[in-house]
């Protein structure tokens, strides 16, 4: 650089000068903890103070006593924003006593304490470190882990790792600790070590000194390290070398940079992760052939670092001296002595010595280590030192395995031997700053010889290892990087502030407010290391001064309040400082472009260095000239530019293009003062001294000077040309022009400047620059501020088509004639014209028109990183007009020529990485193409629509092409770019409807609707009126349906009282009616529970409300309450427990199964009364339903089992198993099986298991091994069936519900297997079952049990022959489950009718509803929803004999039971429907509900008809009740109303034969109908058909307490066949539920073609699996396909609640699948 730059030397002026006070400091007075801390006045300590230097006392001088201080140290780091965006703030980590305070907040005002913690003991030190989380412990999935973030606090014992998350760790460290640091890969530790604790007896294997830890999980691992050796092999070993200490750790580059104490060296080291063979050499020390006592040494290791671990605080350890063994000290013992000393005269051979590239002499000498059988001598030694080689036995536990070490350092590079080498010469503080073209520089500071040492480094080419170059030394007292603008600070031994960047000196910091030390008298300024009393006053300036109000300082402290003065104060040249004798003291804390300067009074003030340049234009401009420029003539113009841009007083945001111009040009050569367009710039302030020589003082008077400048001006021109000027025919007055001819006499270029030389290759690029602007709306002012430029540089270099170019972009701002700056023919010899510079000007707009035409254009030259947006706009021209698909996939593409002076290899590959084109999407057209490919390179809409029209018109084409159909499999910013948001938001899949749904749970659960109270909750509440108010829109059927189902009011008890009654008889009368009417209610909440199925998310700090079972009436007229506790009436005992049962499982219901439930939840919701267990029992059952019980600790399941509640153990046995459905769980198996006699052996202890237990455990065995044909489960469970009545009164009652739980369980465990059962032939299974449908002789028990079974039962006499009555419905439904949908005739036509009046005599009519269900269930693809197909399932004898549903008169023969004839034929014909719901169910199929729905108004009819006594109203209502749910499961979810009359007809009969049961089949009809409040539907799938056959068993329960038949729990299986069918599509601008029409198309069956159907959503779809495609069509909205044949995966189908995102035409359009 010139001399003349050096004398003139420029001042940069920093701004935003404020007082720095640590955040914590202030903080820490009022935190909690701060009374015992008592901090009074805290006294600021740097650590970065050295040891040695005096400058460590100034601060201390005044303190009395050093205890009463409080350490108090800070870190500040840029802040890290969790989403990821760019932030501008500090973040700062501040550290006193045993508090840390993490605070964050904008540049210096706005703090807030994001996080303070507070430990034991005193804090050592504190950090952040980012944990890798991820197993693989390669380098290469390094980059794609994902990271957790913590602070760490070093205490003297352990080490506590906090996370952002909130997660806490906590390490005990097995040694003392000197130092922590934060690495790329996790935290490293330096152990300390003291001189005294040399061990006593021979030396023994010294232990390491540095260790990892890469996740606060696990353990602490020694570090190795890897150096070349003699003959260049390499050796591994730990560290132990003492001498070594770290002073810097940088995670990118992963390097470390230590110091060897002994030799004053410092080195740097790579560090990464160690391979495998490197841990096996240094594991396997003992196939090295050393002496034994290296054998222990990793395990003696071992056993030293877990002995500690165990607890005991390293002070304390037995192994203190041990831990400290290899700080031996240097005595004529250790060989490595004389080797160390460096009084060797041969200097080569001393270098060569002292180079760790040797691996010997930087650790503490090979014969610690006999690795290397290169070196004999050494190992003689050590052998030598030796004698008693197993000392080290007892230190070896035998069963520890050594720890494998995690990571390892590699040396890269060791600074030079001098001679003048002192001993301390530490570096006190290390950085790595880089320059302002990108070079890099590690930076020491050696504080004891003021200096700086700089060494340069950069990568090599593969990118694997770093090469550092020479040194540079700066004399420096103190140093700190300013990343932001690629600089650093430096403080000069004098007290000066210099800028640099590298190693090229920038210039002074000017800081207003702070004098500049040249200023003050130099005998008043006190030497750092003479500490007078002036300086060293303990006091903060602020306190100091606070009483001399009248004194106005130079920094303003947050005490002056008044403004004016603050203001005043920055620029009166007042002394304040001076007589305090301030100077800085040093720097610290670099953030972004902010630096905390330390004064020498203790205060500290933070300023901000200016950024490079403020405008777009400018940064663009810099950027390409610095990339076209060699880097040194690069950095060089840069230095000269920064200074002049912020010199005190610099430009304001409007002038920097102007001094940007005239700094450039005056680099170039030209004398931009003579030069007419730039000499009239306004700089709105001074002129930098570099620029311009101070100009004369202008005269009062005025010159010509003024007029000429006006006449010229803008403003005139304007003027000029206004409409008004001509109207008054006012004539242009001629500029005299003599004046520019003067100057273009003698204007010539000055060639011996910076740039001159490089004047084409700058115009070239600042062209390039220009063309790119124009490719950006946004930048119309730029462009035309360049033109000035760019015009005036083609007219010096002659470059006529250059000059065209312009004018016919820009004609009124392109003169055709101007001033010209002649250049020397000489000199333009000396211009480099580079290789890529053409005559012909590059344009964008010329190029894409000639590919519009179709003619071939050559490649449009482009600047890497600065003309993306040519390249961009060239590459989807080449792809989509010309149709080149090889464009973008490829790097070098033909229509692009990039420029480059050298070829740089990182932009390259920073190219390759952003432009790599992800073919895993399918890509079809090339408007797809094009649209993936720029999303891929990150173009958004909001550049599409900067970019002009008709350059965008291509795109805005592709992207219209791919809006209308787009691929379903697009990544979210596609969507976005082609305005589907409705897509995107089913990519990412649909975090909407969840937040939707529990706003309005919330809102409707707070407004109780009517006259409703707290206390009388219907459990209801909790439904998405939304989405039901869409469904069912026309009417109120949602509201009926709630008051049918509500079981929390009084019911209406309505007697009259006859004149013949006393007043005590009508009492009793009224509760005699209100039982009838319990019987009712108590039967409601099993269809409440299907009605509100899934509709909840419960608050985890709430308990689950659960709608209370009201047994009360209410008479009229005077409402006065009716109770059946009155004593008047007996009412049966236990009553209500089932009641409560079903009313806990409906409750339990609510909760969908994606809510957030954990274990202590389910505990909490505990009931503190007794007589609220039943509820509890349910509410268990009904979470295994919907798979939540699953997280209920083992623990918690034990205690309510043991607890011997009979209700509890049937729901947690049955949710249990419910939730493990066909998961064959051991554990849930054990648990089952104590509550089986028949699965425990024979000779255990016989445990009381209560019956309904029993047959709960058996129907949950059936649930775990579901579907998985398990042989010795079926074997148990077929035995079962039959189980024989014990001689004990054991099994003797409710036996048929037993058998018929075994024979379900049967058939689920071999759920459509059919005749497949493998290797269970020898059991005859569908033999053995078809006896127990028929009867026969009972064969003998076989397997374990038959000792059990010996004595028969004393109460029962059965004989030798099955009981049928008890065994038929189990073995007639195993058969229909096993062989179901097999299409079996020979098995199907065991179960077919008798068709003689002999053998129907033998057959329970009740069983043929069974038989007949059977025999159609498995004759699965006959079935047929048409009344004729109902009929043909009854044998001819009934249907010619029996008296059909309608007629009236009777048949004359005799020898037929007419009764008989009856009951079987209702039967039959109620099985058949049965069938039919099964085969139809959730199908809405339009045919199989008219043929049911006629068949249940027939039975209806029938049942008022005179001569239904003969059949019996009991089986008639059985058979209607049949009837009814099989066509609520036809019409689940739809909420059908002819259906939702029938069973409001039917929920009012409440007299007669009407029952509890039927009661409930009625509801459970009802609930179906409104499955899930519409959400949901039935499936047909196997496992749906065995839930529904438990669910929905045909033989009523006569009373609330009766489980004979069948039992009750089992009515809420029907959970497990219920699946989310229903479509809502959201419109995506609103985000609420719409309209939309949608076209379906079913895929073609045996029974129909492929055909299309179209609903209205929101609608319950079929299942999945017949349909082919989804579409929505319909005006409104965008059309969207869900292709349903490439398979379902995609859409999530668990949680396919679908929700189904759209969006307006003229919006734009949407899908998702999720819950609503």
């Known amino acids: 650089m010139s001399n003349v730059y050096e004398e003139r030397a420029t001042m940069i002026a920093a701004g935003d000068l404020q007082e720095f006070v640590p955040f914590g400091r202030d903080h820490c007075k009022h935190h909690p903890n701060a009374l015992n801390l008592q901090l009074r006045q805290l006294q600021p300590a740097s650590e970065l103070w050295s040891s040695d230097g005096a400058a460590g006392l100034v601060g201390s001088l005044q303190e009395v006593t050093i205890h009463e201080k409080q350490k108090e140290s800070w870190q500040l780091r840029k802040g890290v924003s969790e989403i990821g965006e760019e932030v501008d703030y500090d973040e700062e980590l501040y550290v006193a006593g045993n508090m840390v305070i993490w605070s964050k907040g904008s540049k210096s005002q706005a703090l807030a304490v994001y996080k303070a913690f507070t430990v034991d003991s005193p804090v050592q030190q504190a950090l952040w470190c980012d944990f890798i989380i991820s197993q693989d412990k390669s380098e290469k999935t390094y980059s794609s882990d994902e990271v957790e973030k913590c602070i760490c606090i070093l205490q003297s014992s352990c080490i506590n790792m906090h996370s952002i998350e909130g997660k806490d760790y906590i390490a005990s460290l097995p040694f003392q600790v000197a130092n922590v640091w934060p690495t790329k890969y996790g935290l490293l530790f330096e152990r300390s070590s003291f001189s005294h604790e040399v061990p006593p007896g021979p030396p023994r294997e010294p232990l390491p000194t540095m260790f990892s830890m890469l996740h606060p999980l696990d353990e602490i691992t020694p570090l190795v390290c890897k150096s070349g050796s003699l003959f260049g092999s390499s050796r591994v070993q730990y560290v132990v070398d003492h001498a070594m200490k770290i002073v810097f750790l940088s995670t990118d580059p992963s390097i470390v940079m230590t110091y060897d104490t002994v030799h004053g060296l410092h080195s740097v080291w790579n560090l990464r992760r160690v391979k495998t063979e490197e841990e096996n050499v240094v594991l396997k020390f003992s196939e090295q052939g050393g002496t034994p006592q290296h054998v222990a040494t990793s395990s003696s290791l071992t056993a030293h670092l877990r002995s500690l671990s165990k607890g005991d605080s390293p002070v304390a350890s037995p192994f203190q001296n041990y831990s400290s063994i290899h700080s031996q000290s240097r005595s004529t013992s250790s060989p490595s002595l004389h080797s160390r000393s460096p009084s060797i005269s041969n200097m080569a051979a001393l270098s060569r010595a002292h180079s760790p590239a040797l691996g010997v002499h930087s650790f503490s000498g090979v014969q610690r280590f006999n690795l290397s059988s290169h070196n004999q001598s050494p190992k003689r030694h050590s052998i030598s030192h030796s004698p008693n080689s197993n000392s080290n036995g007892s230190f070896l536990a035998p069963e520890t395995e050594p720890i494998v070490p995690e990571l390892c350092i590699d040396h890269l ?71 932001k603008i690629d600089t650093m600070l430096v403080l000069e031994g004098c007290g000066n502030l210099v800028l640099y960047t590298g190693v090229v000196r920038v210039g002074k910091v000017f800081i207003p407010g702070l004098p500049a030390p040249s200023l003050t008298v130099s005998n008043t300024m006190p030497r750092p290391s003479t500490p007078l009393d002036s300086v060293s006053t303990p006091n903060p300036l602020s306190k100091l001064l606070g009483p001399l109000d009248e004194v106005v300082l130079l920094s303003p402290v947050p005490e002056l309040r008044d403004s004016s003065k603050l ?86 945001y409007h002038s920097e293009w102007n001094l940007f111009v005239t700094c450039l040009m005056n680099m170039m050569g030209y004398n931009t003062d003579r030069l007419a367009w730039t000499r009239n710039f306004d700089f709105e302030g001074s002129l930098s001294p570099v620029i311009a020589p101070k100009k004369a003082r202008p005269s009062e008077t005025g010159s010509d000077d003024d007029w000429e400048y006006l006449l010229s001006s803008e403003y005139h021109r304007n003027v000029e040309s206004h409409l008004l000027n001509k109207s008054l025919c006012l004539s242009p007055l001629e500029v005299s022009q003599t004046r520019d001819e003067d100057f273009s006499q003698n204007l010539s270029l000055d060639s011996s400047t910076l740039l001159f030389t490089h004047i084409p290759a700058i115009f070239f690029v600042l062209h390039l620059v220009y063309e790119e602007l124009k490719l950006n709306t946004l930048m119309g002012e730029g462009i035309r501020s360049l033109v000035e430029l760019l015009v005036q540089l083609a007219r010096d270099l002659k470059l006529e088509p250059y000059i065209d170019h312009y004018y016919r972009d820009y004609p009124t701002l392109v003169r055709t004639t101007g001033q010209v700056c002649t250049i020397d023919q000489g000199q333009t010899g000396f211009m480099h014209h580079p290789s890529f510079f053409t005559s ?52 070098s593409s033909q229509y692009l020529s990039r420029i480059s002076i050298a070829p740089q290899k990182s932009q390259a590959e920073q190219e390759e990485n952003r432009f790599s084109f992800k073919h895993s999407t399918s890509v079809s057209s090339l408007a797809e193409r094009l649209v993936v490919w720029m999303t891929n390179v990150g173009f958004t809409l909001r550049d599409l629509e900067t970019l002009p029209f008709g350059i965008a018109l291509p795109i805005r084409d592709a992207i219209y092409h791919c809006r209308e159909q787009p691929a379903s499999d697009w990544p979210e910013a596609v969507c976005l770019l082609i305005g589907r948001q409705d897509l995107s938001k089913q990519a990412c899949e649909g975090n909407l409807p969840k937040g939707k749904s529990s706003v309005t749970q919330v809102l409707s659960s707070d407004v109780p609707s009517g006259t409703e109270t707290e206390e009388e909750d219907d459990g209801m509440n909790d439904m998405n009126q939304e989405v039901m108010s869409l469904i069912w829109s026309e009417d109120l059927r949602v509201q009926d349906v709630r008051r049918l189902l509500q079981s929390a009011h009084p019911v209406r008890v309505n007697v009259v009282q006859y004149p013949e009654l006393s007043d005590h008889e009508f009492i009793e009368e009224k509760e005699n009616r209100l039982l009838q009417l319990c019987q009712r209610t108590m039967a409601l909440p099993v269809g409440r529970g299907m009605f509100t199925l899934f509709s909840y998310h419960p608050v985890p700090t709430e308990p689950l409300p659960i709608p209370k079972l009201n047994l009360t009436g209410r008479a009229p007229p005077r409402n006065t309450t009716v109770d059946l506790n009155s004593g008047n009436i007996d009412v049966p005992p236990n009553m209500t427990s089932w009641a409560s049962f079903h009313n806990g499982v409906a409750a339990g219901l609510k909760i969908a199964p994606a809510s957030q439930i954990d274990s202590a939840w389910i505990v909490y919701n505990k009931p503190k009364h007794a007589e609220l267990a039943n509820e509890y029992a349910g509410f268990l059952m009904a979470l295994g339903l919907n798979g939540h019980l699953t997280k209920l600790a083992t623990l918690n399941i034990h205690d309510y089992l043991t607890k011997g509640h009979e209700m509890t153990s049937i729901g947690l046995l049955l949710g249990v198993s419910a939730a493990k ?43 775990v091994y579901q579907g998985t044909a398990h042989r010795h489960t079926a074997e148990v469970l077929l035995a079962e069936i039959g189980r024989p009545p014990g001689p004990e009164m054991e099994y003797c009652t409710d036996r048929e519900s037993y058998s018929l739980a075994a024979g379900l369980a049967l058939g689920m465990v071999c759920l459509g297997h059919g005749s497949n059962l493998i290797g269970m032939s020898d059991l005859n299974v569908p033999e053995q079952l078809y006896q127990y449908m028929v009867g026969g002789h009972r064969r003998f028990q076989a397997g374990m049990h038959r000792e059990k079974h010996k004595s028969p039962s004393y109460q029962i006499k059965e004989g030798d022959t099955i009981n049928v009555d008890v065994t038929c419905p189990g073995a007639t439904l195993a058969l229909a489950m096993i062989y179901l949908k097999t299409n079996n005739r020979s098995i199907a036509d065991w179960l077919r009718a008798p068709d003689t009046m002999y053998l129907l005599d033998f057959v329970k009519p009740e069983f043929l509803l069974l038989r007949t269900l059977a025999r159609c269930l498995i004759l699965w693809d006959d079935i047929l929803p048409n009344s ?71 039975f209806m009819t029938y049942l008022s008809a005179p001569n239904a006594s003969v059949t019996g109203p009991y089986n008639l209502e059985t058979c209607l009740s049949a009837v009814l749910l099989s066509l609520a499961m036809v019409m689940a979810g739809s909420g059908n109303l002819k259906v939702l009359q029938l069973c409001r007809f039917l929920h009012m009969k409440t007299g007669g034969e009407m029952n509890y049961g039927f009661h409930l089949a009625h509801h459970m009809a009802l609930g179906l109908l409104f499955l899930g409040g519409g959400r949901y539907s039935l499936s047909t799938s196997n496992s749906s058909i065995a839930a529904l056959l438990c669910a929905l068993y045909p033989h009523f329960p006569a009373h609330s307490t009766d489980n004979r038949y069948h039992l009750q729990a089992l009515r809420h299986l029907y959970v497990l066949a219920a699946e989310p069918r229903l479509l809502v599509p959201v419109d995506v601008d609103t985000n609420t539920p719409c309209y939309a029409l949608l076209e379906v198309t079913y895929k073609g069956t045996q029974w129909y073609e492929q055909t299309k159907e179209e609903l209205m959503a929101p609608t319950l779809l079929p299942e999945l699996h017949l349909l082919k495609q989804i579409k929505v069509k319909g005006p409104r909205y965008w059309e969207l396909l869900i292709d349903l044949s490439k398979g379902t995966q995609h859409l999530n189908l668990k949680q396919f609640q679908h929700s189904l995102l759209i969006q307006h035409f003229f919006h734009l359009p949407n899908i998702s699948a999720n819950q609503l």
């Open 1221 to 1263: 459905l066909g998961t064959m769980d051991m554990s849930i198996t054990r648990l089952l099986s104590i509550h089986i006699p028949a699965l425990l052996p024979p000779t255990s202890t016989e445990l009381d298991v209560p019956h309904n237990v029993q047959v709960a455990a058996v129907v949950g065995i059936g649930l």
């Open 1428 to 1498: 004729k197909w109902v009929d043909s399932n009854v044998p001819q004898i009934i249907r010619e004999n029996s008296i059909s549903l309608s007629e009236i008169e009777l048949p004359c023969s005799e020898d037929l039971n007419l009764e008989t004839l009856s009951q079987a034929h209702v039967y039959i014909i109620a099985g058949a429907c049965l069938s039919l719901g099964f085969r139809f169910a959730g199908s809405e199929n339009l045919s199989a509900f008219n043929c049911l729905h006629k068949f249940a108004k027939d």
């Open 413 to 483: 590079w060791t600074e030079t031997i001098t001679n003048t080498r002192e001993k301390n010469s530490q570096a006190s503080k290390v950085f790595i700053t880089t320059d302002l073209c990108g070079q890099k520089f590690l930076c020491f500071l050696v504080e004891s010889q003021l200096q700086l040492r700089c060494v340069k480094f950069q990568e090599s080419n593969d990118k694997t290892q770093l090469i550092f170059g020479s040194i540079t030394n700066i004399q420096a007292k103190d140093a700190a990087p300013v990343e």
């Open 840 to 891: 012909e000007p590059p344009s964008i707009y010329q190029w894409v028109s000639s590919c519009l035409k179709g003619e071939g254009m050559p490649p449009y030259p482009y600047l890497p990183g600065i003309c993306e947006r040519s390249r961009l706009v060239v590459l989807s021209i080449a792809l989509y007009i010309l149709g080149d698909e090889s464009s973008v996939s490829d790097e």
């Open 567 to 652: 203001h005043d104060s920055l620029y009166n040249e007042d002394c304040t400082f001076q007589q305090l004798g301030t100077y800085i003291h040093s720097i610290r804390d670099p953030v972004h472009n902010r630096v905390t300067l330390e004064l020498s009074n203790g205060s500290m003030v933070r300023i901000t260095i200016p950024e490079i340049a403020t405008s777009e234009l400018v940064q663009t401009c810099l950027q390409a000239i610095k990339f076209i420029l060699p880097k040194e003539v690069a950095v060089q113009m840069l230095v000269k530019w920064y200074s002049v841009h912020s010199a005190p007083g610099g430009p304001s």
